[in-house]
């Protein structure tokens, strides 16, 4: 296990067209968490799961997404209908209660997303 | 409110210069404070994590320093090298398992 993965790297989609992440967190890790990260400011967070369970969305998680982890493993977060103001960098990172006191979050490399 | 703010928001020094960025956060219930570099259009690099029982922590050129009481974080960068130009950003875990992060400081490193 090298870590959190994600895919795809880089997506450029068209206005109102529905897109689809994946995020492969370290296995061992039962908590996985969205952030957003637009051009010069730092990650927001935007939702997180323990196993499959979501617990908790932030305001920013617009009904237009929505996320899933369907067996407490890999997570999707899928955006309806973009808009350009969805152009963003889509981090995911995993740990579990007793890893983040110690050792943190560990993030993947991204999505990158562009509406045009 | 759980708030982590950042200064400067870019710095930009000469080659072999030593650095301090700083990092500030409210609320002193936090588990621990990670500092992470992020190259452009590139994803978090975990530099170090700071205890909140400890008061600093180094990798080699970097150091860390935590002051909960005040609320307050720096990130010490020895003899910088044009390598090092990236955006620095600290985070803190709060109880609640609340991972806020700051804006972030924009480095430059000019040969």
């Known amino acids: 296990d090298t870590g959190v993965s994600q895919d795809p790297r880089h997506k450029i989609t068209k206005r109102g067209q529905n897109v689809t992440f994946r995020c492969d967190p370290i296995?061992?890790?039962?908590?996985l968490y969205w952030y957003r990260q637009t051009l010069g400011q730092g990650p927001e967070f935007l939702t997180y799961f323990q196993n499959e369970a979501q617990l908790e969305k932030s305001r920013l998680l617009s009904d237009r997404f929505s996320a899933e982890r369907p067996k407490g493993s890999f997570s999707t977060l899928e955006i309806q209908r973009t808009e350009q103001g969805d152009s963003a960098m889509y981090l995911c990172?995993?740990?579990?209660?007793?890893?983040?006191?110690?050792?943190?979050?560990?993030f993947g490399s991204g999505t990158r997303l562009t509406v045009v | 409110k759980q708030e982590v703010t950042q200064i400067p928001a870019a710095l930009s020094v000469p080659e072999g210069e030593n650095l301090v960025l700083n990092c500030s956060f409210t609320?002193?219930?936090?588990?621990?404070l990670q500092w992470f570099r992020q190259d452009p259009g590139k994803g978090l690099t975990s530099l170090l994590l700071i205890q909140s029982s400890q008061r600093e922590q180094t990798s080699g050129r970097l150091n860390a320093s935590l002051d909960k009481s005040s609320g307050r974080s720096t990130l010490y960068i020895a003899a910088s090298q044009p390598g090092d130009s990236a955006t620095y950003l600290c985070?803190?875990?709060?109880?609640?398992?609340?991972?806020?992060f700051g804006p972030g400081t924009r480095l430059s490193v000019l040969p």
């Open positions: 296995s061992e890790h039962n908590r």
């Open positions: 985070a803190a875990l709060y109880y609640g398992q609340n991972f806020v």
């Open positions: 990172a995993s740990s579990s209660a007793d890893w983040a006191v110690n050792y943190g979050y560990t």
């Open positions: 609320d002193s219930a936090i588990y621990n």
